[in-house]
């Protein structure tokens, strides 16, 4: 499995911008898919981007044209930038990597198999 580690989150005004990084251990990174799934209170996790090994990158609905997914597979990080943030953004925010090298993912929390701690995002009105 990849240990995962997030970090970035923050309290921030609406329309403002945030960058979360997740840093993953292991030296096979770079063939792994990664994501950013949000959880806010009350409601079901709900798939925000991926980044496959080969490049291709997903979006939710909800975030299309606002968030960017990269990773920087020499550090072995996963970045997620976060522009024109509203508040209901607010949550907490997950870091995942897929369950084997070199599988594809879906928007499916189930094809990932390494979750982070989770770091929190409060959008204020």
């Known amino acids: 499995q990849v240990q995962l580690v997030e970090s970035g989150g923050g309290l921030v005004q609406a329309g403002g911008s945030l960058r979360l990084s997740c840093a993953a251990s292991g030296r096979t990174f770079s063939s792994y898919a990664m994501g950013w799934f949000r959880q806010a209170p009350g409601k079901e996790r709900e798939f925000i981007a991926s980044i496959q090994w080969h490049g291709s990158t997903y979006y939710g609905d909800s975030v299309k044209g606002r968030f960017t997914i990269s990773r920087d597979n020499a550090k072995n990080t996963v970045y997620l930038q976060m522009n024109s943030l509203k508040p209901e953004d607010t949550a907490v925010y997950y870091c995942?990597?897929?369950?084997?090298?070199?599988?594809?993912?879906?928007?499916?929390?189930?094809?990932?198999?390494?979750w982070g701690q989770g770091t929190q995002v409060t959008v204020s009105s």
């Open positions: 995942a990597a897929s369950r084997f090298p070199y599988a594809d993912t879906t928007t499916q929390a189930t094809t990932f198999g390494s």
